[in-house]
């Protein structure tokens, strides 16, 4: 069943938006589009409900209704309960806290793995712990492909390792890293794995449980939806880690890894994401019950990203003037092409927004992986990253415009 892109569209108000009708948007990497679903929800929040939540006055009430619902529908579509989700303000906020917990948690001479393929949200608060006495150890990359491999982590994990953080995906390589099979291989060493997931899930929310990770980290600002990270982990493992919030919320395995106050309205939003999977599951799937909806989904969006993967890369490919980093072969690929050409990323993202097309250049903060590769973090790369509503007409468009730049 080919994605029904005029209905998709029609779900964003970006796409009917007179001031975006020129743009082609090629930085979803950076933070998708919301769905319309979620600005109505965003703005019926601040008109009708805005007001501390839970009180038994029937707005206060609704608000936190609001709240809750949300939770719970996206908790559902992710294969869990709500006991299960903390909402934080972003996942680079939820890691430090998380890295923070361990911290108190874990002993002196105790280890840690970190890749450096990882964006820095799930790499530099993890190395600070060196600091508290931790060992931390690094699963480095091959610097000719930026690939992962298993063998590199086998080779360090052992009786002392106790957590590793690993990406589903880096934003800046583009492989869809095996992560229930490395994660496998953490539990059979005795350890917990973390997943930053904040570069797969835009394109399709993964089944948590499927994955088998500890932890697995996203954000929803890129997943179609309002400015939140989310954090999925099991109440009990949430117990076990020291609370990091008010000494009053400890008993609530949904706070106590998240200080701050909830952005209420922004929770709330976050089930306009689900009524969007939702609505497009039953207009290209009407004959099923929405029971098997989050795989249906994902795997819609999977199969025309796909097409439009290999549509970009083989036009890459016929230019011959830009280092693909990464793998070549689309179906290893989620959509985030980086590329290493003649002129600094940044100036091809400014050379191709006066053609417009909206492009981001430099280490995305992941320079690491750059240094890694030999690639000056200055230079930079100039990454194209597109989600299922980007379409055919999009990547020919932009096609023309890297071979105008680089011909
Ligand atoms: C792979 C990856 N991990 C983590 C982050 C940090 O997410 P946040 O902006 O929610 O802190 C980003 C942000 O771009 C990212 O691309």
Redesign the pocket.
């Known amino acids: 069943m080919p994605i029904d892109l005029e209905f998709v569209r029609s779900q964003f108000p970006a796409f009917s938006e007179p001031s975006l009708s020129h743009w082609l948007f090629f930085e979803n990497?950076?933070g998708s589009f919301p769905c319309g679903a979620v600005t109505d929800q965003l703005s019926a929040f601040y008109s009708r409900t805005k007001m501390q939540p839970y009180w038994p006055a029937e707005p206060s009430a609704e608000g936190g209704e609001a709240m809750d619902r949300a939770k719970s529908r996206l908790a559902k579509w992710l294969g869990v309960t709500e006991s299960w989700l903390s909402v934080g303000p972003?996942?680079?906020?939820?890691?430090y806290v998380l890295s923070k917990a361990f911290g108190d948690w874990l002993s002196k001479g105790d280890a840690i793995i970190v890749t450096n393929q990882?964006?820095e949200?799930?790499s530099g608060p993890w190395r600070r712990l060196e600091a508290r006495g931790v060992e931390v150890r690094e699963w480095s990359i091959d610097p000719m492909s930026g690939r992962l491999n298993a063998s590199g982590l086998e080779a360090l994990l052992d009786g002392k390792v106790k957590l590793v953080a690993f990406?589903h995906?880096?934003?800046i390589v583009g492989e869809i890293n095996p992560v229930a099979e490395w994660v496998g291989l953490v539990h059979a060493a005795g350890a917990l794995a973390c997943v930053?997931g904040?570069?797969y899930a835009p394109h399709g929310l993964p089944n948590f449980q499927a994955l088998g990770a500890d932890i697995y980290?996203f954000?929803s600002?890129?997943t179609f939806g309002p400015h939140q990270?989310i954090m999925v982990m099991s109440p009990d493992l949430a117990e076990q880690l020291p609370n990091q919030g008010h000494v009053f919320n400890g008993h609530d395995p949904t706070k106590r890894l998240t200080p701050a106050g909830p952005d209420h309205a922004q929770t709330a939003a976050l089930a306009g994401m689900i009524d969007y999977f939702e609505a497009v599951d039953a207009h290209h799937y009407p004959e099923f019950d929405r029971s098997g909806a989050p795989d249906r989904v994902h795997d819609l969006f999977r199969a025309h990203e796909l097409e439009l993967t290999e549509q970009l890369l083989a036009q890459v490919d016929a230019l011959g003037r830009a280092r693909l980093i990464g793998p070549r072969e689309a179906q290893h690929k989620a959509p985030t092409i980086s590329l290493l050409c003649d002129r600094p990323g940044m100036a091809l993202a400014e050379d191709l927004a006066v053609r417009g097309i909206i492009a981001g250049g430099g280490d995305?903060?992941?320079g690491r992986v750059l240094d890694a590769m030999g690639i000056d973090r200055e230079f930079g790369v100039l990454r194209l990253s597109f989600v299922h509503y980007t379409s055919a007409a999009d990547i020919e468009n932009l096609s023309s415009a890297l071979t105008e730049l680089l011909a």
């Open positions: 990497a950076g972003s996942t680079t906020q939820n890691t990882d964006h949200a799930n990406p995906c880096s934003n930053d904040v570069s980290l954000s600002y890129k990270g995305f903060y992941g």
